[in-house]
């Protein structure tokens, strides 16, 4: 089956880095495109970047452009977002997405607070 596992959330002050991580199996990962979401509280969740399923090719939202990068590792089956200058507004929970077949696989979601 499906199975998406995100890692690498936490707590971060304003303006430092991290790098979230999205393991997959259950299918063949080279062949899909995949997606980081956010959910921040009281909020709907928004697509926050887009890579294709060669890397090259690749989508981010606009209050993401110029801080977060979206890149994969295919003979690991690892999807990745490098955040960069994070905000307060950051804060959400980060969903890996794959959209397979016409159905929607999420993993469990990882947190990211930017807080000082």
């Known amino acids: 089956q499906v199975q998406l596992v995100e890692s690498g959330g936490g707590l971060v002050q304003p303006g430092g880095s991290l790098r979230l991580s999205c393991e997959a199996s259950?299918?063949?990962?080279?062949?899909?495109?995949m997606s980081w979401y956010r959910q921040a509280p009281g909020k709907e969740r928004e697509q926050v970047a887009l890579?294709?399923?060669?890397?090259?090719?690749?989508n981010l939202a606009d209050s993401v452009k110029g801080r977060f990068t979206i890149s994969r590792n295919n003979a690991k089956n690892t999807v990745y977002l490098q955040m960069n200058s994070l905000l307060p507004e950051d804060t959400a929970v980060y969903y890996c997405?794959?959209?397979?077949?016409?159905?929607?696989?999420w993993g469990q979601g990882t947190q990211v607070t930017v807080s000082s």
């Open positions: 890579l294709s399923s060669t890397g090259v090719n690749w």
């Open positions: 997405h794959v959209a397979i077949g016409g159905r929607h696989y």
């Open positions: 259950g299918f063949t990962f080279s062949n899909y495109a």
